[in-house]
């Protein structure tokens, strides 16, 4: 049976403006069934790193948690600390990060962040899973806890995995340092010599030392390497790259099964949003984001984050890409832009594992919520 996935677009009108639009869509998708009266509520994002502009605008944020907190539910803003090197590796650099991109206290009617994992991403659960990878799934604890779970995430491009939604959002969003760990640990980089420049930004960053400097080339240390993919992000040259092999659809399915986890004991308490919009070739985690690959083309919602994910895709597909992006391939309409960004990875995967496991469905119904017409009283 296929899932309902509600979208919207960004028009707007003196009767209704997007913020208001955008509580109405969650509303309509079943935010009253997904949270009660009295629930500790985590509206989990992603915060943006420094230098990054391409994360959700926090005035979007602020209307949802409102619309959460007029349902009786008491949210908090969370995600967990980065594996990598960063402004989000630790809970005080992580909350002074989330404050100087605009989300306060103040500017968030007035929901706290809480860290998910901890002040140094050891604050964890160990979620039973028994799935094919993972006995166990290791996830922030304050998610766990939580009586509910809002999933809102950007929808963009993303080096490892093709796209970031809601399943990246929580499967390694979710996860506290030894998980990000266990779901990276057999993806290792390689090196292109001939295309370092020799800057040391991968060794700078570097969180387990495995990469060194020899007459200005990058050396790397596969045994010491812990499959971060902060080099990847760090170099300016795209002299390191991912290792194609055999391991990359493990890493799909250590992802999924870590989703799994952070869904557990909340069936029927959970709400996945994606907004379509400022949708960059890469990750929130790189400190800058390139020219979009599309234009801004909505916010969808859902019960189902698989279907979300896969009516996400779908509509980045149907556009033409845009004059000015690094899109080089696929750029028509119905042309598969993620593959044209990163054609060597198999991105239906997830998806289709995430399926398999039970959770969702990838056939869905897009129900669309028109924006309210002009008053004409």
């Excluded at 959002?169 to 030894?178: H, K, P």
């Excluded at 387990?208 to 240390?221: G, P, T, V």
């Excluded at 597909?317 to 696929?330: F, I, K």
């Amino acid at each position: 049976m296929p899932a309902t996935v509600y979208f919207t677009d960004f028009s707007a009108t003196s009767r209704e403006n997007l913020t208001a639009k955008t509580a109405r869509l969650i509303r309509n998708a079943g935010l009253s069934k997904a949270v009660d009266e009295g629930d500790l509520c985590a509206v989990k994002i992603h915060f943006g790193e420094k230098g990054n502009t391409a994360f959700i605008r926090p005035p979007y944020i602020a209307s949802i948690l409102k619309t959460i907190k007029n349902e009786g539910a008491h949210p908090f803003l969370t995600d967990a600390n980065t594996l990598y090197k960063g402004a989000r590796s630790d809970s005080v650099s992580h909350i002074k990060t989330a404050v100087e991109n605009g989300f306060s206290f103040s500017s968030m009617d007035s929901v706290p962040v809480v860290i998910a994992d901890g002040l140094r991403g050891k604050t964890e659960t160990a979620v039973e899973v028994n799935r094919k990878n993972c006995s166990h799934a290791y996830i922030g604890t304050e998610i766990v806890q939580a009586d509910a779970l809002i999933s809102v995430a950007h929808f963009k491009g993303h080096e490892l995995t093709g796209f970031g939604g809601t399943l990246k959002n929580l499967g390694m969003g979710a996860a506290s340092r030894r998980g990000k760990l266990t779901q990276h640990s057999n993806v290792s980089p390689k090196i292109k010599r001939k295309n370092c420049i020799g800057c040391g930004e991968c060794a700078a960053h570097c969180p387990s030392a495995a990469i060194h400097l020899e007459e200005k080339k990058a050396y790397l240390d596969a045994e010491q390497c812990i499959g971060c993919g902060e080099c990847i992000v760090r170099c300016p040259s795209r002299a390191v790259t991912i290792r194609w092999n055999q391991t990359i659809p493990t890493f799909f399915e250590k992802m999924i099964e870590y989703t799994e986890g952070v869904l557990k004991n909340k069936e029927g308490k959970c709400l996945f949003v994606n907004f379509i919009a400022d949708v960059s070739p890469k990750c929130d985690c790189v400190p800058f984001n390139e020219y979009p690959i599309v234009r801004d083309i909505g916010i969808v919602a859902s019960t189902d984050p698989v279907a979300l994910d896969q009516a996400s895709v779908d509509l980045v597909n149907g556009e033409t890409a845009l004059e000015g992006s690094t899109l080089e391939t696929n750029r028509g309409k119905g042309e598969d832009k993620i593959t044209g960004l990163y054609p060597k990875v198999d991105w239906p995967y997830q998806l289709e594992y995430a399926e398999k496991l039970g959770l969702g469905t990838r056939e869905y119904i897009l129900e669309t919520v028109e924006t309210l017409s002009y008053d004409s009283s």
